[in-house]
T-cell receptor, first 116, second 113 residues
Framework: GAVVSQHPSWVICKSGTSVKIECRSLDFQATTMFWYRQFPKQSLMLMATSNEGSKATYEQGVEKDKFLINHASLTLSTLTVTSAHPEDSSFYIC????????????FGPGTRLLVL | AQSVTQPDIHITVSEGASLELRCNYSYGATPYLFWYVQSPGQGLQLLLKYFSGDTLVQGIKGFEAEFKRSQSSFNLRKPSVHWSDAAEYFCAVNSNSGYALNFGKGTSLLVTP
């Protein structure tokens, strides 16, 4: 149980285009989803927290107009990187926390984004 | 401010040897503590967690961790390491916001034959 999927697993795009990443909780309802960013050989940095049906809460320094987050249902959250640039290339990981799961987060497998 | 410190960036152990990965936290209240493992290019897998109760917690893959409040530590241990344990290990604590995790910088484990 507690499986989280992400799609796509990797994406290559041209500079200036937008990329959408999906995060799904497959066998539980995720009341809260989190988006993290991880640079090579570094730790995970929280980008934003989203609760179903609410606007996402962004961490300081994260541009909300660039990283659009939608949590439209209890099983799906999306992260859209708008007008992507090479510096946005990174490993994006989502996690989800469900009802009755206390503080435990379950992580997706990650999406590797390369912007050319 | 709350923080998580993993003092060892890299650790190398021989297969079959014991392992201990260190984690120290700074947190104003009783923390929720986690250990995750990440294989190259993969997401994070939960190894174990501590919320309350018995300070020695058992996890998957033969790992255990001990919460020591007096030392603000939550060290991860395994009595006999397997080559498949080579990965990046992250200690995490829930943040002041209650739900988001604050991660340490990670410890990279290399297992030699």
């Amino acid at each position: 149980g507690a499986v989280v999927s992400q799609h796509p697993s990797w994406v290559i795009c041209k500079s200036g285009t937008s990329v959408k990443i999906e995060c799904r909780s497959l066998d539980f309802q995720a009341t809260t989803m989190f988006w993290y960013r991880q640079f090579p050989k570094q730790s995970l940095m929280l980008m934003a927290t989203s609760n179903e049906g609410s606007k996402a809460t962004y961490e300081q320094g994260v541009e909300k107009d660039k990283f659009l987050i939608n949590h439209a249902s209890l099983t799906l959250s999306t992260l859209t990187v708008t007008s992507a640039h090479p510096e946005d290339s990174s490993f994006y990981i989502c996690s989800a926390r469900g009802m009755g799961q206390q503080e435990t987060q379950y992580f997706g497998p990650g999406t590797r984004l390369l912007v050319l | 401010a709350q923080s998580v410190t993993q003092p060892d960036i890299h650790i190398t152990v021989s297969e079959g040897a014991s392992l201990e990965l260190r984690c120290n936290y700074s947190y104003g209240a009783t923390p929720y503590l986690f250990w995750y493992v990440q294989s190259p290019g993969q997401g994070l897998q939960l190894l174990l967690k501590y919320f309350s109760g018995d300070t020695l917690v058992q996890g998957i893959k033969g790992f255990e961790a001990e919460f020591k409040r007096s030392q603000s530590s939550f060290n991860l241990r395994k009595p006999s390491v397997h080559w498949s344990d080579a990965a990046e290990y992250f200690c995490a604590v829930n943040s002041n916001s209650g739900y988001a995790l604050n991660f340490g910088k990670g410890t990279s484990l290399l297992v030699t034959p």
